[in-house]
């Protein structure tokens, strides 16, 4: 088996889901394991379990729009509140509050 930290790049481990991990993790394992170079020409084993498990994950995982956040196909994303007072005087004004 090969181990999470070798197949997941810190990209990958920062913007997926768990789900998704474990999606990318399962298919490029078995994908790994079915290479055969004379089928798969001159494209290596690891660039053939790379676009094997990103498609996987691609079709039951998509990323929202409006929040950049990946989830699965068909569930709804809520999108975060916008926050009140931006830039640098609501910044200012959030710590004054706060010490107070």
């Known amino acids: 088996m090969i181990e999470q930290k070798q197949v997941l790049s810190h990209t990958l481990r920062d913007v ?16 790994w394991d079915q290479y055969d170079p004379q089928r798969d020409g001159p494209t290596t084993r690891e660039a053939v379990a790379s676009r094997d498990a990103w498609n996987a994950v691609t079709r039951e995982f998509v990323q929202d729009d409006a929040t950049h956040k990946w989830h699965r196909k068909g569930e709804t994303v809520t999108a975060p509140v916008a926050q009140k007072n931006r830039g640098a ?11 107070m």
């Open 16 to 31: 997926l889901p768990e789900a998704a991990q474990q999606l990318y993790i399962k298919v490029y394992e078995q994908s």
């Open 89 to 99: 005087m609501g910044l200012l004004k959030g710590i004054f509050k706060r010490s």
